[in-house]
């Protein structure tokens, strides 16, 4: 068995990664400090393709596979995890289920704006009171003529108030559960749908995280996503391409902390001498270096998989679960390694840090994951 | 109009060079496409925009070069041919042969090349060529204009611009300032696999390997010494002045 990426893979991780250090890197630190959406940034990387990376060629896209999205996402958060959320979101799960669900008409309309990036896509399934628990949600679609009539309050959008379209999910047949949920395509100037509250962040600045309110928002029959009660089905066929694409956020970031503290470690000099000669600093790096190859092989193996579409879900939780546990971890031994230092904002450490955390708990959490693999496991019996 | 680039695949100039047996190491070193060959494609791809035509670029070395082919495919030429031979990767004057005898086979109006590749900077494979071919150069330009067969080009001069005029089919060297040389998309990445790679030896193009040899060899490649530890001079200023003075005479004998 052999890990190598095509020439082709190699050549697109390659531009990313130019684009990356050359238009992101530098304005990284003011992205965070400002919280202010990257909007011109966003639009040159639909400009490079980066929008559209997994969608056919026909349809506006790349028609790059899999594993070169995965390294785009990779590459895009080692230089800011905002703009690898933006563009993770974007794609995983605001353009592909329009892409896989939607007919031609609706994949004609919205597929070809959202994958060069004329619009921005986002992806609404989680409620105050449905997090994890995605089956719970409250929103109500009621069916009124040819139109349905949205109900209720989403939070956590990532790219919500930024976003063109949304995919919504809400409550066609109450009492169904996972098959009484709908979908539904929300352009942005849906009369009765409304931005509420953007929230505060402890990282991620800079990427947006917004509540949506749909107050008799009228959606035209047209815009349902699937058939009535398809809705649970689109949400969850995402997922392990989800969860892939923040096992790769992850990586980029804890690849990000670890370049930045074995550099320093090798300038910092005290008792006379580098850090990096003391065996204790050689560990830790030695160590951590060692994780963050288990977390790549992870990550990169399951992007394999999906990209041949075979079966990946447990592969795909291990490698969320273990690639943003180890994200957590690496940040949190570089702001050590830089010591002092590392704990104040002229220092892109506690940055990665305060980004790393969220991708334990977004796209299901670590928690879940493990109930996930757990589930697998008994499965295969 | 025909346009040929001839390309070549260096060290990255940021790459730390060591050698090993008297040869650059090649483990672990990143290439590149030369940036003034890249300027040469840049400039083949704004001409064939405003004029239309067909961009071949065309490069000869191991298999890893085709990087640099895949680069220049995915910034908008058309096709490439690569030349793959051991006997072919010999000195200036092998390159400028093989390569010749590779354009022999095709059409052309326009042939671009960088100035110099800034692994050897020797500045010779296309101006050699264009003598194998029997069509005019002009060297290092900056600009370059074509009306009808009419080109016009811009050099810089001794800190002058000396404008040269000359008709097609001619070979132009691209020096830095040319242009700025456009990053290829993702989506050039993907056309550029599909786009057609003509591999060939020396056998294809009809020449033998001992006709090509080289005619110099290198006889030792070494480091540039480790640079030492800069000197503050101290004191005031007459004082730094004269130490300053007796260093240039004594040390360093430039006075």
């Known amino acids: 068995m052999e890990l190598r990426l095509s020439s082709e893979q190699e050549a697109m991780r390659k531009l990313v990664r130019d684009f990356a250090g050359r238009v992101i890197a530098p304005q990284a630190q003011s992205i965070d400090e400002t919280d202010a959406f990257p909007r011109s940034i966003v639009k040159q990387m639909g400009e490079l393709g980066l929008l559209g990376l997994p969608i056919p060629e026909e349809y506006g896209g790349v028609g790059a596979d899999y594993v070169s999205y995965m390294l785009a996402i990779e590459e895009i958060s080692y230089a800011s995890a905002a703009l690898g959320v933006i563009l993770a979101v974007h794609t995983s799960v605001g353009t592909l289920p329009i892409y896989h669900f939607g007919t031609p008409e609706q994949r004609e309309l919205y597929v070809p704006k959202l994958a060069t990036g004329e619009w ?67 352009p942005k100037e849906t009369k009765g749908f409304h931005v509420g509250k953007k929230e505060r962040k402890m990282g991620l600045n800079g990427s947006s995280t917004a509540e949506l309110i749909f107050d008799e928002a009228w959606v035209p029959v047209e815009n349902r996503l699937g058939a009535e009660g398809e809705g649970f089905k689109i949400a969850m066929s995402q997922l392990d391409g989800g969860r892939i694409g923040i096992a790769a956020q992850a990586l980029g970031i804890a690849r990000a902390a670890f370049d930045a503290g074995k550099q320093y470690v090798a300038q910092r000099r005290q008792f006379g001498r580098p850090l990096a000669d003391f065996q204790s600093i050689q560990i830790t790096l030695a160590d951590l270096a060692m994780q963050i190859e288990a977390a790549k092989l992870l990550t990169y193996r399951a992007a394999t998989l999906r990209a041949r579409n075979a079966p990946c879900t447990m592969e795909a939780s291990m490698a969320k679960l273990f690639s943003t546990d180890t994200a957590m971890h690496v940040t949190t031994e570089a702001v ?41 496991l008994a499965n295969k019996e | 109009m025909n346009i040929i680039v001839c390309i070549k695949q260096t060290f990255d100039t940021e790459a730390k060079i060591s050698l090993e047996n008297g040869a650059v190491k090649e483990d672990g070193v990143q290439f590149i496409l030369n940036p003034y060959d890249e300027y040469a494609v840049e400039e083949a791809l704004k001409i064939k925009e405003e004029q239309g035509g067909e961009v071949t670029v065309v490069t000869v070395g191991p298999a890893r070069v085709e990087e640099a082919i895949r680069t220049a495919l995915a910034m908008g030429a058309d096709e490439a041919i690569h030349i793959e031979d051991e006997a072919a990767y010999g000195d200036e004057y092998t390159i400028a042969e093989v390569l010749a005898a590779a354009i022999r086979q095709k059409s052309y109006d326009l042939i671009l090349a960088g100035n110099q590749a800034v692994d050897d ?124 003075v007796r260093e240039l005479r004594q040390t360093s004998k430039v006075l």
């Open chain 1, 120 to 186: 921005i896509g986002a992806f609404a399934l989680t409620e105050p009171n449905a997090g994890s628990d995605a089956q719970s949600i409250q929103t109500r679609a009621v069916r009124d003529g040819d139109f349905y009539r949205l109900t209720g309050n989403k939070v956590f959008i990532t790219n919500g108030g930024e976003a063109d379209v949304y995919t919504v999910f809400a409550v066609t047949q109450p009492g169904m559960g996972a098959h009484g949920m709908s979908a539904f395509i929300v």
């Open chain 1, 336 to 376: 050590q390694l830089f010591g002092g230092y590392g704990y104040t904002k002229d220092y892109p450490v506690e940055r990665y840090m305060r980004d790393a955390k969220v991708t334990q708990i977004y796209e299901g959490t670590n928690q879940i994951q493990r109930i996930v693999i757990a589930k697998s």
């Open chain 2, 121 to 244: 900077g020797s500045g010779q494979v296309a101006v050699r060529l264009a003598q194998l071919l029997d069509i005019a150069h002009i060297s290092t330009i900056t600009k370059l204009e074509i009306h009808g067969t009419q080109v016009v080009a811009e050099r810089d001069a001794e800190g002058d611009t000396e404008i040269a005029e000359a008709s097609l089919p001619v070979l132009v060297t691209a020096q830095q300032g040319l242009n700025e040389p456009r990053y290829p998309s993702l989506i050039g990445i993907r056309k550029a696999s599909k786009k057609p790679l003509t591999k060939l030896t020396l056998a294809d193009l009809g020449l033998s390997a001992d006709a090509v040899g080289r005619k110099v060899t290198p006889v030792e490649v070494f480091l540039p010494a480790a640079k030492g530890a800069g000197r503050i001079l101290e004191g005031d200023t007459a004082m730094r002045v004269q130490e300053l």
